[in-house]
């Protein structure tokens, strides 16, 4: 079973950076497709980034410009690099993974909160 880790997460002040890491155990080959969702108090999950295994990426647009996300197929691990951070960043960001045809698989969630 493939089994999703997230590490990062934290307090940061606004206009600050912030770098999750999401590691995927259990895999025995590259995954389709990973990236990062995110559930603030009250509100729907949204998707935030995703990339597929060749590189092809995937923002919202309120992270267009801020947010980066990148990968390392050869650890099965995806990062996000979050610069120019504003309070409604604030939420709880899951990694996700998946491959067609298949349901995806998530990371049990980090908190990032954006406050001075």
């Known amino acids: 079973q493939v089994q999703l880790v997230e590490s990062g997460g934290g307090l940061v002040q606004p206009g600050g950076s912030l770098r999750l890491s999401c590691a995927a155990s259990?895999?025995?080959?590259?995954?389709?497709?990973m990236g990062w969702y995110r559930q603030a108090p009250g509100k729907q999950r949204e998707l935030v980034a995703t990339i597929t295994n060749g590189g092809s990426t995937n923002y919202a647009d309120s992270v267009k410009g801020r947010f980066t996300i990148a990968r390392d197929n050869a650890r099965n691990t995806v990062y996000l690099q979050m610069s120019s951070l504003k309070p409604e960043d604030t939420a709880v960001y899951y990694c996700n993974a998946q491959w067609p045809g298949l349901a995806p698989y998530w990371g049990q969630g980090i908190q990032v909160t954006v406050s001075s």
């Open positions: 259990g895999s025995g080959f590259s995954i389709y497709r």
